[in-house]
């Protein structure tokens, strides 16, 4: 409940404004009684299986990565950690199942770089990305690889620009989803390099890849972590990556800065939110196992071989980061002039 949340403190101020002495006593006794049960809920926390919400298909980072980290989580806590993926509709479909659920502990939700862009782009969006959650930990940041048909004749970022300005229009770029991070790095793009390109929405990575790979489609913007082995297998072509530094997984691929475009950063990240109103006690113990578990050697050379970068900050410090990536994408949104019901 969220009632739950009341604390003590709360509740003293709640009793110093009743008006009757009997009432005092009554509002007090019944608010520090909630804020006991708060405690001693954590202390008996977990009790049963905890579900985690990855708002995407199979197969994608955010998929590949919880998977990782849930199943180190389940043993940490002695309750097994089940991967609920709910995908549809750039991620807000699983997303605003999370944002209405009991606020316990027992189910938590994948946030990923779509969640601060989706409060620009969708008209009526179910729910409030900075008020209906608790920010419990960034897991990780990987940076967007630019990546190409084999068959496209480019070989870096100046031909790609060349060729879109050759022949407006019929660039296509592909995204996991309209209003999703991969879409708005293509318009980023499309904005910096004063090229017009079509963009070409699917319903996750993996059947964006397959299109890619078949020649369907020209580009993507998309994370390193799916792309990575295609890149290696020489099924796409990388030209660039998004961060301001090179990965460590793709060493010889420029960053955008060094294509051209000084402007140009995005990330794909991953973090866990619990529904607003969970007790601290519970984020505060999620927290301190998932740091945990995120710093440990083997988890973190595993992630790093996926070209993540581990970053395992607090809850108050994941929830600066929430803020600032909603200011980030806003006039990248409004530039673009998009839209969703």
Sequence with gaps: MRTAAISKKAAAVVAKNAGDKHMKRIVFAVATALAWCVGAHADGYPSKPIKIIVPYPGGQASDTITRLIGERLGKALGQP?????????????????GAKSAPDGYTLTVASAALPISKHVYRKLPFDPAKDFVPITLMTITPLVLVTRTSLPVKDVAGLVALAKKEPGKITFASSGPGTSHQLSGELFKSLASIDMLHVPYKGSPPAHVDLMGGSVDIMFDNIVPVGPHIKNDKLHA?????????????????MAEAGYPNFEATAWF????????????????????????????IKERLSGMGATVVADKPEEFGRFMAEEINKWG?????ANIELE
């Design 81 to 97: 950690v089940v991967i609920d993926n709910r995908p549809g509709a750039g991620g807000n479909i699983g997303t605003d199942i």
């Design 239 to 255: 030209l660039a990556v998004t961060t301001k530094t090179r990965a460590s997984a793709l060493p010889d691929v420029p960053t």
């Design 271 to 298: 973090g866990l939110l619990a529904p607003a109103g969970t007790p601290q006690p519970i984020v505060d113990r999620l927290n301190k196992e998932l740091v945990a578990i995120l710093k440990s050697p083997d």
């Design 331 to 335: 006039p990248v949104v409004k530039r």
